[in-house]
T-cell receptor, first 113, second 114 residues
Framework: GQNIDQPTEMTATEGAIVQINCTYQTSGFNGLFWYQQHAGEAPTFLSYNVLDGLEEKGRFSSFLSRSKGYSYLLLKELQMKDSASYLCAVRGYDAGNNRKLIWGLGTSLAVNP | DTAVSQTPKYLVTQMGNDKSIKCEQNLGHDTMYWYKQDSKKFLKIMFSYNNKELIINETVPNRFSPKSPDKAHLNLHINSLELGDSAVYFC?????????????FGDGTRLSIL
């Protein structure tokens, strides 16, 4: 079956660094996305990885290892506004060979002062 | 300026009623989606349309019927609403290309069934 695992909750301190892990098992692989979702709001796109390695975007970086079915999102210099849910999503294929985005349940990050 | 807009933002109605949620995107995207996010925050794909053609139809009750009059609009009609339909419904769109493109989400419709 197709599955994405990420921790349910994490807590970190303002100014610190936090790493949110995501492991996946999917039918085919055509890219991995990270989204941020604040409470009561829509998910917003953060990063995309399709090749192995690290993609850096300001305070946020995302890493991918396709052979290990593993990714992480690294958040540096944490700010209070980073308190949100972080969703890992993998683009794979469904039974009809249609491309399909498979979503994790999200990691709820609480940043404390 | 809103990229993906859906209406209404809040919908409170009684069990058994029929309701519709509208979605429009002005990004020129080819693909549109409907998602359901329940109280446990799991984002579940319901439907996906590419250029007005249904390409993904997950296992949802046939009380849910999507309609795409053109590639910029994807509406969701729900018949005989049930308590379990209470959730946030998100519309999203993306460009359909060979490479995976990020999805852009609307602000969501919060549906509460009394």
């Amino acid at each position: 079956g197709q599955n994405i695992d990420q921790p349910t909750e994490m807590t970190a301190t303002e100014g610190a660094i936090v790493q949110i892990n995501c492991t996946y098992q999917t039918s085919g692989f055509n890219g991995l996305f990270w989204y941020q979702q604040h409470a009561g709001e829509a998910p917003t796109f953060l990063s995309y990885n399709v090749l192995d390695g690290l993609e850096e975007k300001g305070r946020f970086s995302s890493f991918l290892s396709r052979s290990k079915g593993y990714s992480y999102l690294l958040l540096k210099e944490l700010q209070m506004k980073d308190s949100a849910s972080y969703l890992c999503a993998v683009r794979g294929y469904d039974a009809g060979n249609n491309r399909k985005l498979i979503w994790g349940l999200g990691t709820s990050l609480a940043v404390n002062p | 300026d809103t990229a993906v807009s859906q209406t209404p933002k809040y919908l409170v109605t009684q069990m058994g009623n029929d309701k519709s949620i509208k979605c429009e995107q002005n990004l020129g995207h080819d693909t549109m989606y409907w998602y359901k996010q329940d109280s446990k925050k799991f984002l579940k794909i319901m439907f996906s349309y590419n250029n007005k053609e249904l390409i993904i139809n997950e296992t949802v009750p046939n009380r849910f019927s999507p309609k795409s009059p053109d590639k910029a609009h994807l509406n969701l009609h729900i018949n005989s609403l049930e308590l379990g339909d209470s959730a946030v419904y998100f519309c999203a769109s993306s460009q359909a290309t060979g490479e995976a493109q990020p999805q852009h989400f609307g602000d969501g419709t919060r549906l509460s069934i009394l």
